[in-house]
């Protein structure tokens, strides 16, 4: 069993292609597993082929990214991001509208793939106008999943027309899903966070509930053994290492402060999350 899991991290990224070796050594040495997300069909197969060719604890997930939806118009980083590191154009190269088609789900069938996704709605990095291609996409990864029997990777963020993404992505997965999902980097309100809690959903959290305090709410009141712990690096490392590249071995700093909120043990908490990801992505 691993000291850590970091369900959502991007070590594929070209963020880490000068040192990808030794931000996997320093992992393994750490104990911590990993699964890397893919956000279009050339990061999914990078995340697999990183996963073939890794040790023992890394995995992949294959999905389009909402903000990928032919259409979206979004910014490559985040304001203030450091390290950025993802491709980020709008569609697929020579894909008039990107979907779910056969190297998708060629790829979702391979043994070290644990989820689909990220999928989900973006209203905040892509216009909301997009919102019907967005959902098109998104229920093709729903289906897809479905039929394979994986879990959701889900990305959901709302913007600032007041328009719930959240909610929306709610009522489809309540229309079309099969099988359960995991809602990454959760952002939203507690009475948000409890339409996914009660349809057996669990919820991850970043670096940013370590200099934040918009999160404390929903993770003192989500049962412990609805939580997963992630990186979603390269971005928003943790502090102390806020401000740099973030990497997996950094969620242990989550880790700790979801422990500090709670006000239980670090170790129970680190035990239990493990716990978590392990039943949620059916490893180890």
Not at 61 to 74: E, F, L, Q, S, W
Not at 219 to 244: F, M, Q, W
Request: one cysteine or more; aromatic letters at 8%; a negative charge.
């Amino acid at each position: 069993m691993p000291a850590y899991f970091d369900a959502h991290a991007h070590v594929q990224f070209p963020a880490y292609d000068e040192d990808r070796a030794a931000v996997l050594r320093r992992a393994r040495e750490a104990e911590t597993w990993m699964v890397n997300v893919g956000t279009d069909l050339q990061t999914s197969r990078d995340a697999v082929a990183l996963a073939d060719h890794a040790h023992e604890g890394v995995f992949a997930t294959v999905g389009i990214h909402p903000t990928h939806a032919c259409g979206a118009r979004m910014s490559p980083c985040e304001e203030g991001n450091v390290a950025c590191g993802a491709r980020m154009s709008p569609c697929e190269e020579g894909n008039v509208a990107p979907g779910v088609n056969e190297a998708y789900q060629m790829l979702a069938a391979h043994e070290k793939v644990v989820a689909i996704g990220e999928c989900g709605l973006d209203y905040y990095r892509a216009d909301e106008t997009t919102r019907t291609e967005q959902e098109a996409v998104f229920v093709e990864q729903i289906e897809l999943a479905n039929m394979l029997e994986k879990p959701l990777m889900l990305h959901i963020r709302s913007g600032s027309s007041g328009r719930s993404a959240y909610r929306d992505a709610f009522e489809i997965l309540k229309a079309h899903a099969q099988v359960l999902g995991n809602v990454h980097f959760f952002a939203g309100s507690w009475e948000e966070a409890q339409l996914f809690l009660d349809i057996g959903f669990t919820l991850s959290f970043t670096g940013v509930i370590t200099f934040a305090r918009d999160y404390d709410e929903t993770i003192k009141n989500t049962p412990l053994d609805r939580l997963l712990s992630e990186t979603d690096c390269p971005y928003v490392a943790p502090v102390p290492h806020r401000g740099k590249r973030n990497e997996p071995v950094y969620v242990s700093e989550v880790v700790k402060k979801i422990a500090e909120i709670k006000g239980v043990a670090h170790e129970e908490v680190a035990e239990q999350l493990v716990r978590n990801a392990q039943r949620f992505f059916k490893v180890g």
